[in-house]
Nanobody, 129 residues
Framework: QVQLVESGGGLVQAGSSLRLSCVAS????????MAWFRQALGKEREFVAGISWNGGATKYADSVKGRFDISRNNRENAVYLRLTNLKPEDTAVYYCAADLHTEGPYYTGSLCPSAYAYWGQGTQVTVSS
């Protein structure tokens, strides 16, 4: 059974930092672009950050650029998201996902959730002001 399991969320104050982890099991995702999405209460799921299969390229939503950092460790079949200078508007459930489309070594994943074949269950991040 293929699983993506996120961890690292929590309740923090504005300006704090968190590191989210996503560990895959059941198959390797070393050949897949990976991404983090988030979904706030009452809002649609939105792209946060993506990383190419080899880690050589990354992409960020404008709202998190300069504050969040995505990375991966293919030996551990894991992807990470470092969140810094958190704001109340970052409050959401954060999901990792795998995009199996083969679009080249610099493909950082689709911005569209429907393109992703595998999803984790999510981890809650709550930022208080």
């Amino acid at each position: 059974q293929v699983q993506l399991v996120e961890s690292g969320g929590g309740l923090v104050q504005a300006g704090s930092s968190l590191r989210l982890s996503c560990v895959a099991s059941g198959r390797t995702f070393n050949d897949a672009a990976m991404a983090w999405f988030r979904q706030a209460l009452g809002k649609e799921r939105e792209f946060v950050a993506g990383i190419s299969w080899n880690g050589g390229a990354t992409k960020y939503a404008d709202s998190v650029k300069g504050r969040f950092d995505i990375s991966r460790n293919n030996r551990e079949n894991a992807v990470y998201l470092r969140l810094t200078n958190l704001k109340p508007e970052d409050t959401a459930v954060y999901y990792c996902a795998a995009d199996l489309h083969t679009e080249g070594p610099y493909y950082t994943g689709s911005l569209c959730p429907s393109a992703y074949a595998y999803w984790g269950q999510g981890t809650q991040v709550t930022v208080s002001s």
